[in-house]
C-alpha cells in the first residue's frame, strides 16, 4: 500500500507522516528531498527550488509516480508526502495501482489561517524539519494558496480535508481515514 499525503506548506504533511512511519513501521519520502536530491544532484535547472509549485510538481511527477509504481509492483508500503503532490495526480493511475493508493490532501480554511497564523501555523512550522526561508510571504498569500488548492481538490474529486477550526480534533479524522484505509487493505 502507498500513502500519498498532500497539501499546501505548514499543513503538517510530514508530521503526519512521520507518525504514520512509527505506528505502522511503512518508510516514508519527502517529495522535497526527491526535489532536492535531483536539483542538487543532477544540477537540472528545472528542479530548481525557486520555481513555481505547479512546475515542479509536473517536473517531478514522472519520478515519484515511477518510485509509486514500483513499490506497488513489489509488494512494499511506501508513505510519500509533499506539496508537488497535486490532487490531480492522485488519480493519474491504472485501477490496479489506484486500489494500492490511499491519498489525502490537506488544507486550511480562510478562517483557520486568520485566527491560527503566528500562534498555529508559524509556530509549528519547524517541528519535524527545520524550515528557513521558504514561507509564501504572508497570511493573503498562504490564503490564496489554499483557495487555489482547495478548488483543485474539489475539481479532482480527492480525499480533502480542511481544517477549519480545530487542528487536532480535525486532523484526527485525517489519521482515523488512513488507518480504516489500512484496515480493509490489510483484511
Known amino acids: 500500500m502507498v500513502i500519498l499525503i498532500g497539501g499546501v506548506t505548514r499543513t503538517g504533511k510530514t508530521l503526519m507522516a512521520q507518525k504514520l512511519m512509527e505506528k505502522y513501521g511503512y518508510p516514508y519520502m519527502s517529495v522535497d528531498h526527491i526535489k532536492m536530491g535531483l536539483y542538487r544532484g543532477l544540477g537540472d535547472e528545472k528542479y530548481n527550488p525557486e520555481q513555481k509549485g505547479t512546475i ?32 490531480s495526480m492522485a488519480r493519474d493511475f491504472e485501477r490496479e495501482y489506484l486500489d494500492e493508493i490511499v491519498s489525502v490532501f490537506i488544507g486550511f480554511s480562510e478562517e483557520y489561517i486568520k485566527e491560527n497564523h503566528d500562534s498555529g501555523i508559524l509556530a509549528n512550522q519547524s517541528v519535524i524539519e527545520f524550515r528557513e526561508d521558504d514561507y509564501p510571504g504572508s497570511p493573503a498569500k498562504l490564503i490564496d494558496m489554499h483557495k487555489e488548492f482547495n478548488q483543485m481538490s474539489l475539481i479532482t474529486n480527492v480525499n480533502f480535508f480542511e481544517i477549519k477550526k480545530d487542528y487536532e480534533k480535525e486532523i484526527a479524522l485525517v489519521y482515523s481515514y488512513i488507518d480504516h484505509a489500512i484496515k480493509c487493505f490489510c483484511d
Open 56 to 87: 515542479l510538481a509536473e517536473a517531478l511527477w514522472p519520478v515519484i509516480k515511477g518510485i509509486i509504481m514500483t513499490a506497488i509492483e513489489n509488494k512494499q508500503n511506501l508513505i510519500l508526502e509533499g506539496v508537488y503532490i497535486l490532487p
